[in-house]
């Protein structure tokens, strides 16, 4: 989809054309120059690949709806990605990591949130599993809880997580506590040190010409003109 501001958005939904759930990522024009695919996982999950200009970014949007088959498929697509690539997964993913991160020190900072729930205990065994940083807990932050106008207590539950070996790319990973969405999300920003760059023209087919017509002098004599 072209929006008429100039942004790209790649989306993915379900697949008995009922208009529900569904995900999708909103591309700057810099971004749709770099990107290099994207996948529609299903409607849940969607996957694309950027060129940078020294490594290449796999972002992968996530909205978790069953807990078991949510995390296998979000498994599956991790085991599918190139090994090399800065992976990034966003979304929301309906857990409250905890205060406590014993066993999970490679996968939390300093700065941990809340209690905890059962999709927080699975997303710190994916991240761990997969060499993942959990980066809202990485910078100085007040813990994220609020109480809706409905009354209910409102927590943090969506995440932006990175692999390890490339945390020091993130600058920042904020939750916008002021823009109200009228749900119990927060907007969740994260601001990455990266370099978009054209991604490449793959698969360029080369033009050919019919050198048979040349055959005819007629025709040999216009195309010398």
Known sequence: MQLSTGETV????????????GV?????????KALIDWTPINERIIKARFYSKYIKLTL?????????????????????????DMLITTGDMNAKVGKLFDG??????????GSVNKNGEMLKE????????????????????????????????????????FTTLVIDTRVMRS?????????????????????????????TFDTQKLQDNYKCRRFSM
């Open 179 to 207: 823009a109200d969405v009228a749900s119990d999300h927060f907007l969740v920003r994260s601001t990455i040190r990266l370099n978009f760059k054209r991604a490449p023209v793959r698969g360029k087919i080369r033009k």
């Open 60 to 84: 992968v949007h996530a909205d978790e709806q069953t807990k078991e088959a949510f995390y296998a498929k979000l498994q599956e697509v991790a085991e599918q990605l190139h090994r090399h």
């Open 24 to 32: 999708a990522i909103m591309m700057s024009q810099e971004a749709t």
């Open 10 to 21: 790649p989306y993915s939904g379900r697949d008995d054309d009922r208009h529900m759930q």
């Open 104 to 113: 999970f020190k490679r996968v939390m900072g300093r700065h941990r949130m």
């Open 126 to 165: 994916f991240c761990e599993f997969n060499e993942m940083v959990i980066t809202g807990t990485i910078f100085p932050r007040k813990e994220i809880h609020e109480v809706s106008p409905d009354g209910k207590t409102k927590n943090q539950i969506d995440y932006t997580l990175v692999n390890r070996k």
